[in-house]
Nanobody, 125 residues
Framework: QVQLVESGGGFVQPGGSLRLSCTAS?????IGWFRQAPGKERDFVAA????????FYTSAVKGRFTISGDRAKNTVYLSLNNLKPEDTAAYYC?????????????????????WGQGTQVTVSS
């Protein structure tokens, strides 16, 4: 089983930036980022299919967040720009090792095979 470790969370003022990292212990074919605020469900943020670098974002973060991958390092990054208080949440990365994952399935938590432990992002003035 591949293990994932997230890092890069922290406290930032509105309009600020952070870069989250998700490092896998082995190769993955797709990585997704989700976030969960207290008392709310875990929501999809962004995903990348590493074989073709195809990406997908939820509308709330499109244009502000960027997902990218470095296969040589088994690491996926999520750059968070122009952060808003409503972006405050625990951010989790999740991975898929099965071949040719379908992009449309990457928005659902049920589509993933393994998860990281999460990293907290807090946006506040």
């Amino acid at each position: 089983q591949v293990q994932l470790v997230e890092s890069g969370g922290g406290f930032v003022q509105p309009g600020g930036s952070l870069r989250l990292s998700c490092t896998a212990s082995g190769p993955a074919n797709a990585i997704g980022w989700f976030r969960q605020a207290p008392g709310k469900e875990r929501d999809f943020v962004a995903a990348i299919r590493l074989m073709d670098r195809n990406t997908f974002y939820t509308s709330a973060v499109k244009g502000r967040f960027t997902i990218s991958g470095d296969r040589a390092k088994n690491t996926v990054y999520l750059s968070l720009n122009n952060l808003k208080p409503e972006d405050t949440a625990a951010y989790y990365c999740a991975g898929i090792s099965r071949s040719r994952p379908i992009m449309s399935t990457l928005t659902s938590p049920q589509g993933y095979e393994y998860w990281g432990q999460g990293t907290q992002v807090t946006v506040s003035s």
